[in-house]
């Protein structure tokens, strides 16, 4: 973490985001803020060095070569010396989080930490989620074009009720763990979502873009560090801990035979967790988030790893992460459903978002985690395929309560099968 601590200071110097406008700032933000600025943060080439091998470790653009141009440049001073603050400050924004000692012996491969195994499920002759749900009536992805597009699809009757039922279920968890549940908005500015360290532009974005230059959220992590920006709180605030039910829109997909049907789609629901906490309190509140969710799948009854991912899939701007993966036996693959992410003061440095430390007074950036409680439709295939039998799709007995205590999901007979009409133009 020392690694960043000059970075930061560059980023103060070169007035740290110049593309996300603080909606607020007290006396004293700006008073610390000049005197961090005041200490001449110099990179030095070793530092570089170090900088570029994270880069390279996470498998991230390789920005360094482009900040090694701009450093010199700024101490050879100039006449452009702002233009090149402002350069500067747009390449160190982009640069990933710093990565946690213990990844880097890794190798790029998932470390499985722990496999919890609830059902007896078959080798062979497993149904898929699409047959399965097809065969009960509950559920429409096919010739959809004319209503909705590709990668859409309806879940109807029972399947729809045990949608609601999850995500239910997760609320109830979170609350009693004492998260606080906020309704958050689906719309945001671009500055939001890249400063929560998501791509908006580029071949690869998953990134929705409308023509208002605003776009659709991914996740509501976005909409909820989003909700704290430009925010100064006490530490004996800390931690803070929301949830939020969201549709979350993605606008890449894949066409493998793996991730077909709903395993990867443009948009569906999910429950997340979010905190922000005090350097001593994320990697304790790590723990939390993950133990939270191991407990929601155990009650969930469903075969699931997990595992302590790599430095290659730590994103932007994760420290440290780890990923729950469910057994998907019609599949007879691993499919993540969860994970979560202590994403220290990546965020917060560029959200603007501090407290105030209780022993000295001092102005610190906080540090925000997020992680997934439920993805609804990656969990309704681990819970359809792993609870199924001939005719049938039993309840899981912790979502029963949610489903007005039924049992069992049978075949829907109300809704008429969908067939493909061409639009017929009028004369």
Known sequence: MKLLTNVRKLLLRCRQSPTLR???RTKTTTTTQAHDAADEPALT?????ELEQNVQLRQHKNNVP?????????????QTQDVIRQQLAAELQQLPNATHPRLLAYDNQPLELANYKHRVLPQQGAKEFSELARALSLYRMEHLGNYTGHKSYYLTGQLAMLEQAIIQYALRSLTRHGFKLISVPDI???????????????????????????????TSEMALAGFFANRQLMEWELPVKVAAVSRCYRAETSGLHEE?????????????MFAIATPEQSEPMLEEFKNIEIDLFKQLGINFRLLDMPPCELGAPAYQKYDIEAWLPGR???????????????????????????RDAALIHAHTLNGTATAIPRLLIALVES?????????????VPFMNGQRTITKNKKIPET?????????
């Open 45 to 49: 080439s070793a530092q570089l060095d």
């Open 260 to 272: 077909k049907g709903i395993y990867r789609v443009h948009q569906f629901t999910k429950v997340e």
């Open 332 to 358: 007879q693959m691993w499919g993540e459903i969860s994970s979560c992410s202590n994403c220290t003061d990546y965020q917060a440095k560029r959200l603007n978002v501090k407290y105030n430390r209780a």
């Open 66 to 78: 482009r900040i090694r141009q701009l450093v010199e440049a700024l101490r050879q001073g100039g």
């Open 188 to 218: 945001l500015p671009r500055e939001i979502i890249e400063s929560c360290g998501m791509r908006t532009e580029g071949e690869r974005t998953q990134v929705y873009k409308l023509d208002t230059d605003q776009c659709l959220s991914g």
């Open 387 to 399: 609870y199924q039998s001939a005719d049938s799709i039993q309840i899981p007995e912790v979502l």
């Open 22 to 24: 603080p909606m607020t």
């Open 419 to 427: 067939k493909l009409v061409k639009f017929i133009r009028s004369a």
